[in-house]
T-cell receptor
Framework: EAGVTQFPSHSVIEKGQTVTLRCDPI?????LYWYRRVMGKEIKFLLH????????ESGMPNNRFLAERTGGTYSTLKVQPAELEDSGVYFC??????????????FGSGTRLTVV | AQSVTQLGSHVSVSEGALVLLRCNYS??????LFWYVQYPNQGLQLLLK??????LVKGINGFEAEFKKSETSFHLTKPSAHMSDAAEYFC?????????????FGKGTKLSVKP
């Protein structure tokens, strides 16, 4: 079974530019989560999809971030325009059924975003 | 609000020595608790989880953790460290009443293993 795939693995962009991160969850996993770790800080929840619907987007930092999951398969996270404080590692995770707690999440390797 | 505190951002042990990584949580209800590990250039991997069954939880790679409600702790241990255990370890908590399933993480502890 393929794991959770994220790309790109690294991205360096200039302040003001747009970046789109992609996450391919494990096939059949209805739940998809985005998390972010800013350097030196905790990994923080951004949002949760159940299939194509946003179940919880309470962790999204501001309206420069837009997440989509068309068709309930892969998801994209767009940052537009990017700011310096958006730098960090963005993790995606997926789980099957329920809320994933009893099944456990599978995390991707993350996308390291650097805004210069 | 729930929170997780991991004592020590860096821990260094000698190969063969006991590994003890500390995690304390604050929660108004008995939570679900997790330990994840991140090896260099890899994603987060689940080591073990506590979901209100046995308080002593055994995980992969010889790790285990004990849920102590009276101490609000979930410390991670391994009797004998291997060089391959060098990684960053994250403790996380979730509210079992919640429907979202999102996790709250600690800041992580980097484990170094000396030969």
């Amino acid at each position: 079974e393929a794991g959770v795939t994220q790309f790109p693995s690294h991205s360096v962009i200039e302040k003001g530019q747009t970046v789109t991160l992609r996450c391919d969850p494990i096939s059949g996993h209805d739940n998809l989560y985005w998390y972010r770790r800013v350097m030196g800080k905790e990994i923080k929840f951004l949002l949760h999809f159940v299939k194509e619907s946003k179940q919880d987007e309470s962790g999204m930092p501001n309206n420069r971030f837009l997440a989509e999951r068309t068709g309930g398969t892969y998801s994209t996270l767009k940052v537009q325009p990017a700011e310096l404080e958006d730098s960090g590692v963005y993790f995606c995770a997926s789980s099957q059924g329920g809320t994933g707690i009893n099944y456990g999440y599978t995390f991707g390797s993350g996308t390291r975003l650097t805004v210069v | 609000a729930q929170s997780v505190t991991q004592l020590g951002s860096h821990v260094s042990v000698s190969e063969g020595a006991l590994v003890l990584l500390r995690c304390n949580y604050s929660s108004s209800v008995p939570p679900y608790l997790f330990w994840y590990v991140q090896y260099p250039n890899q994603g987060l991997q689940l080591l073990l989880k506590y979901t209100s069954a046995a308080t002593l939880v055994k995980g992969i790679n010889g790790f285990e953790a004990e849920f102590k409600k009276s101490e609000t702790s979930f410390h991670l241990t391994k009797p004998s460290a291997h060089m391959s255990d060098a990684a960053e370890y994250f403790c996380a908590v979730s509210d079992p009443r919640g429907s979202q399933g999102n996790l709250i993480f600690g800041k992580g502890t980097k484990l170094s293993v000396k030969p």
